[in-house]
């Protein structure tokens, strides 16, 4: 028994000699009642699932029959404390152990007292062990407890702290700006995005309202927005959607958002998260790309820089969001630039400012147009009213225009005209868009350019019809026209205007049209060819035509023209003769009039002038024509 005793004693520090006497004392008198006692344990200090607690039941009563064989009681004491910890993990409150204690002692010293009632001293040992038991049980467990309650609210505040970490390391590397507010809306998180967001930092915007962030004319809508969120329950909403908010950063610069809202309950109080994205330049870009296109369009669809320019300024202040817009040309003669054209948003006119644009002329480098137009590139001008070279400031600031931009029309080096655009809002330089307009204006000087190359080429084409088809007047109401070559519909057209404006002009009585040149002609201009016959008649002219070939006589044979109402002439000098005939004009050869022989001598009578002579001038010779004489009208019988 000592040496169980010696035992038992390594493993419980602070207990006597006389305790391990007891301790032992006790579990032999309780020895025939080992498992009922243990039982009675069990269900004073039990609890949980049954299932658990009759294997750690079965695994305690095992570890104390090996401590009472061997008088090594750690494992069952530590089993103890495992329970304990149970316990302790599940967060149920320890038991009373007075209450374990009261009823052991109701349980057990009568067993003790029945067993030692003949002996006093093993009485008065087993009762002193049994308490020094109940003790240290006790104290086990309680300590068991403690130690893995103060465990566990440790990990407990390990695993919260490690969170918050977590989640303040996501909140300040987050791309948005997000930001927090109390049921007051006053601002109780302000992460490092919404500081670079809103050009503030995150000690100055805590417990201010967000009304600080918002356009005055917004702040009260918004409170109320974000109240009656408040009342819906639901935890999440997009705000704004579809349109696009607007907000204000700390040095008063409007921008634009798009921003989602969310609500969490928290120690009785109601938060508000704002998740929020600054997209002024997505939507920049978008509204950059929509003026490419519009600007292309308008380049492609349009004839005329006119028309061109005036779509291009409403699409600039349509799409970028510019109130006046104009155009400045160069006056070559003076050196001067003048006002083309302006434009301005529906209701956003600025009439004293626009006169005045109208009225006035640049100097290279004087002013915005003028200096755009000495650099041959585009400028920026954040503020009008503060820019030194601005002449036309104290009208702007009448208006209420403030920033503006200008960028060249290109060709090359050389400046075709200025476009230049005004807002009613201060706005810092926008280096894209300056490089995006000076594309447009390349792409509005390359239009121009185009534009007058084809119009070079359409008088080319004209002068070159002209010549391909003359009318000519060899006399005095006799034209000719020689074709030569392809006639299209085109061509044919263009003679018939021709043909009909020198008949009208020169009141021409015949007209030649030689085809001999044309090989061929399809029948919608043979048709043609007839009409203009036709049209010249109605206007007092006789048409002859030469020189058709068998190919268009075939043709106008197979469309059924009524050749009776052509004078064809197989060649253009038979033509001529028959036009002079019809004229009744002689051509005389100048040899023949030299060889004519003299006059016969005066008789009574004079003698009738012979073939070829010449008749007194006055009566019909015409000297003029060199030798042209008019043949004898005949008489009606």
């Known amino acids: 028994m000592g040496a169980t005793g010696s035992r038992e004693g390594e493993h419980q520090p602070g207990w006597?000699?006389?305790?391990?006497?007891?301790?032992?004392?006790?579990?032999?008198?309780?020895?025939?009642?080992?498992?009922?006692?243990?039982?009675?344990?069990?269900?004073?200090?039990?609890?949980?699932?049954?299932?658990?607690?009759?294997?750690?039941?079965?695994?305690?009563?095992?570890?104390?029959?090996?401590?009472?064989?061997?008088?090594?009681?750690?494992?069952?004491?530590?089993?103890?404390?495992?329970?304990?910890?149970?316990?302790?993990?599940?967060?149920?409150?320890?038991?009373?152990?007075?209450?374990?204690?009261?009823?052991?002692?109701?349980?057990?010293?009568?067993?003790?007292?029945?067993?030692?009632?003949?002996?006093?001293?093993?009485?008065?040992?087993?009762?002193?062990?049994?308490?020094?038991?109940?003790?240290?049980?006790?104290?086990?467990?309680?300590?068991?407890?403690?130690?893995?309650?103060?465990?566990?609210?440790?990990?407990?505040?390990?695993?919260?702290?490690?969170?918050?970490?977590?989640?303040?390391?996501?909140?300040?590397?987050?791309?948005?700006?997000?930001?927090?507010?109390?049921?007051?809306?006053?601002?109780?998180?302000?992460?490092?995005?919404?500081?670079?967001?809103?050009?503030?930092?995150?000690?100055?915007?805590?417990?201010?309202?967000?009304?600080?962030?918002?356009?005055?004319?917004?702040?009260?809508?918004?409170?109320?927005?974000?109240?009656?969120?408040?009342?819906?329950?639901?935890?999440?909403?997009?705000?704004?959607?579809?349109?696009?908010?607007?907000?204000?950063?700390?040095?008063?610069?409007?921008?634009?958002?798009?921003?989602?809202?969310?609500?969490?309950?928290?120690?009785g109080e109601k938060y508000y998260t704002v998740i929020l994205r600054d997209i002024?330049?997505?939507?920049?870009?978008?509204?950059?790309?929509?003026?490419?296109?519009?600007?292309?369009?308008?380049?492609?669809?349009?004839?005329?820089?006119?028309?061109?320019?005036?779509?291009?300024?409403?699409?600039?202040?349509?799409?970028?969001?510019?109130?006046?817009?104009?155009?400045?040309?160069?006056?070559?003669?003076?050196?001067?630039?003048?006002?083309?054209?302006?434009?301005?948003?529906?209701?956003?006119?600025?009439?004293?400012?626009?006169?005045?644009?109208?009225?006035?002329?640049?100097?290279?480098?004087?002013g915005l147009p003028g200096r755009v137009w000495a650099s041959g590139r585009p400028a920026w001008i954040p503020d009008v009213l503060q820019d030194g070279n601005f002449p036309r400031a104290p009208l702007a600031a009448g208006e209420g225009l403030h920033a503006a931009f200008a960028f060249p029309i290109l060709l090359g080096s050389q400046v075709l005209g200025v476009m230049e655009f005004f807002s009613r809002a201060i706005q810092a330089p926008d280096e894209q868009l300056l490089r995006m307009m000076a594309a447009v204006g390349s792409q509005i000087g390359q239009f121009m350019e185009r534009r007058r190359a084809e119009a070079e080429v359409r008088r080319q084409q004209a002068a070159i019809r002209e010549l391909s088809t003359p009318v000519l007047q060899v006399r005095d109401r006799l034209l000719i026209v020689p074709m030569i070559g392809l006639i299209d519909a085109a061509r044919a057209r263009q003679m018939t205007e021709q043909l009909l404006a020198a008949v009208r002009r020169q009141r021409a009585g015949v007209v030649v049209i030689d085809i001999t040149g044309v090989a061929a002609m399809d029948s919608a201009v043979a048709n043609h060819l007839v009409n203009t016959v036709e049209a010249a008649r109605l206007l007092g002219a006789r048409v002859i035509v030469s020189g058709i070939s068998t190919a268009i006589a075939g043709t106008l044979v197979q469309i059924g023209v009524d050749l009776g109402k052509l004078v064809t002439m197989g060649d253009l000098q038979r033509g001529i003769e028959e036009a002079n005939r019809f004229l009744g004009v002689e051509v005389v050869s100048i040899d023949r009039k030299k060889a004519a022989p003299p006059a016969a001598a005066p008789g009574p009578r004079a003698p009738k002038p012979s073939a070829g002579s010449r008749q007194p001038e006055g009566k019909g010779s015409d000297s003029a024509r060199g030798g042209e004489t008019p043949l004898p009208r005949k008489r009606s019988a």
Not at 41 to 66: F, M, N, P, S, Y
Not at 210 to 216: E, V
């Open 16 to 267: 006597s000699e006389r305790d391990l006497r007891g301790f032992a004392d006790l579990w032999e008198a309780l020895g025939p009642h080992h498992d009922a006692i243990w039982e009675k344990i069990i269900a004073a200090v039990g609890g949980g699932d049954e299932r658990d607690l009759r294997r750690w039941a079965k695994e305690t009563r095992e570890l104390r029959r090996k401590a009472l064989q061997e008088g090594d009681w750690a494992p069952f004491l530590a089993k103890l404390r495992e329970r304990g910890a149970a316990y302790a993990e599940a967060t149920a409150p320890f038991s009373d152990w007075l209450e374990v204690q009261a009823a052991l002692r109701d349980s057990l010293v009568p067993l003790i007292e029945q067993t030692y009632r003949d002996c006093p001293d093993k009485l008065a040992s087993a009762l002193h062990g049994f308490g020094r038991f109940s003790e240290t049980a006790a104290a086990t467990l309680c300590t068991s407890y403690v130690a893995a309650k103060e465990e566990i609210i440790s990990r407990q505040q390990e695993t919260l702290r490690s969170s918050e970490e977590r989640l303040a390391g996501i909140i300040s590397s987050a791309m948005d700006a997000i930001i927090t507010l109390d049921s007051r809306q006053r601002i109780v998180l302000f992460n490092r995005a919404a500081e670079i967001t809103f050009r503030c930092p995150a000690g100055q915007a805590m417990g201010q309202a967000l009304d600080r962030f918002l356009p005055a004319a917004l702040r009260e809508a918004h409170r109320q927005h974000v109240d009656e969120f408040g009342k819906t329950g639901v935890t999440s909403w997009s705000m704004g959607s579809p349109r696009i908010l607007s907000a204000v950063r700390a040095d008063g610069d409007a921008f634009l958002i798009e921003a989602t809202i969310s609500q969490v309950e928290a120690g």
């Open 280 to 366: 002024t330049e997505r939507r920049r870009a978008e509204q950059r790309l929509v003026t490419q296109q519009a600007v292309t369009r308008i380049l492609a669809e349009s004839q005329d820089i006119a028309v061109a320019a005036t779509g291009i300024l409403q699409s600039v202040c349509e799409s970028l969001c510019w109130e006046v817009g104009a155009v400045w040309t160069p006056d070559p003669e003076q050196q001067v630039l003048r006002c083309a054209q302006l434009w301005h948003l529906p209701g956003r006119q600025a009439p004293n400012f626009e006169a005045e644009s109208r009225r006035r002329v640049f100097m290279p480098g004087e």
